[in-house]
């Protein structure tokens, strides 16, 4: 059990250490932007690289994950793509292809978010300077959390959380279990239902 464990979270820190990379970045700069800069080139320079480097990061994730059709972290590759795909919804026999709509709508949710995010941060930093950086971190967290709770909880269909749920109480598992179920055991509570039902 404690083998099963230590494999989970060695495969949660293998898969999120990129973001955790660049949460550590961010949070440098931040608290040293915050107590320790005096605006001399040099430590500009080395802030904004260690920006691009958790930047570089963030991309290189999303490009291997997405076989290297999104890219995060620009524009420009963004607003080619989008730039041919409406030159080829200008055909007819274009517009009905569902995948081309979807890239389509994925890159456009892509550009938004972009630009929506980087209006929020400029305003953001007016207000909050260097602070700005904590709540990017913030975010990236919650980013991980739901990836994490969409991967390894809502399909943690292995023997460690069969234990949990059917050997040991455990609060979590048990309102796991209430909310989405196993099928399988669902399927037996229904025919189970429809049983008592039917006599």
Known sequence: ??????????SLIRIYMPIILEIIC??????????YYR???????????????????QNGLTASISNFSVKTTHLTGTTT????????????????????????KLLSSIMVSYVLGA???GLTYYYLEFKVFYI???CLLIVIGYDAYKIHVRHFNTKYRYIRIYKKFN?????YDKVHGIPEIKEKREKKRTLVFDE
């Open 39 to 57: 605006k001399t080139l040099e430590e500009t320079e080395a802030l904004v690289a260690l920006m691009l480097f958790a930047t570089g990061l």
């Open 119 to 121: 209006i929020f941060s």
């Open 171 to 175: 609060l979590l598992a048990y309102l």
């Open 26 to 35: 961010l949070l440098f700069v931040g608290v040293y932007g915050q107590f």
């Open 1 to 10: 059990m404690v083998n099963l464990f230590q494999n989970h979270v060695v």
């Open 136 to 138: 990017i971190s913030l």
């Open 81 to 104: 793509d989008l730039g041919i795909l409406f030159s080829m919804f200008t055909q007819k026999k274009f517009r009905k292809n569902g995948e081309l709509i979807g890239r389509a």
